[in-house]
């Protein structure tokens, strides 16, 4: 599953882009065993856009944690957050199967890379026009 968020004005927030991702990803809320949110990696673009890339999930959902959720099974999401002084987009990538033990996540984080990389012609132009580079490439290992 593919899911592109946005959210008009939340970038200027007082509160620091590494608290909203936990904020964000990091509820247990929703989970029997294995609750996780983990950053495989952040900083700034040339830009000044700022980017948390992050591997969440839970090994086993709980009935009723989240609407349509169905108990026993696992999901996992890597989530790419981006937020300049504005605005916040946030693209996931999830998956959705059989329950997993802690510390055995489908998606490894050695895996991450090559998971975005399907994602390299997605560009966040905002201001800039469509010619130019403005999109966050993964490389694959």
Same mark, same amino acid.
């Given at each position: %599953?593919? /899911?592109?968020? !946005?959210?008009?004005?939340?970038?200027?927030?007082p509160?620091s /882009?590494?608290? %909203?991702?936990?904020?964000?990803?990091?509820?247990?809320?929703g989970?029997?065993?294995a609750?996780?949110s983990?950053?495989? !990696?952040?900083?700034?673009?040339?830009?000044?856009?700022?980017?948390?890339?992050?591997?969440?999930?839970?090994?086993?959902t709980?009935?009723?944690?989240y609407?349509? !959720?169905?108990?026993?099974?696992g999901e996992?999401?890597?989530?790419?957050?981006?937020?300049?002084?504005?605005n916040?987009?946030?693209?996931?990538?999830?998956?959705?199967?059989?329950?997993?033990?802690?510390?055995?996540?489908?998606?490894?984080?050695? %895996?991450?890379?090559?998971?975005m990389?399907?994602?390299?012609?997605?560009?966040?132009?905002?201001?800039?026009?469509?010619?130019?580079?403005?999109?966050? !490439?993964?490389?694959?290992?």
């Open positions: %599953m593919i /899911t592109l968020s !946005a959210f008009k004005g939340a970038g200027s927030s509160v /882009t590494a608290d %909203m991702q936990q904020r964000f990803f990091n509820t247990a809320k989970c029997e065993i609750n996780f983990r950053v495989i !990696a952040s900083g700034r673009l040339n830009d000044g856009t700022e980017y948390n890339l992050s591997s969440n999930g839970c090994g086993s709980a009935a009723g944690g609407p349509g !959720a169905r108990s026993g099974r996992q999401f890597i989530a790419l957050l981006l937020r300049d002084d504005q916040i987009v946030v693209l996931q990538y999830a998956e959705r199967g059989e329950r997993f033990a802690e510390g055995e996540p489908p998606i490894r984080d050695d %895996m991450v890379p090559a998971v990389s399907r994602f390299r012609s997605i560009a966040f132009c905002r201001d800039k026009t469509a010619t130019g580079d403005c999109s966050i !490439a993964f490389g694959s290992p």
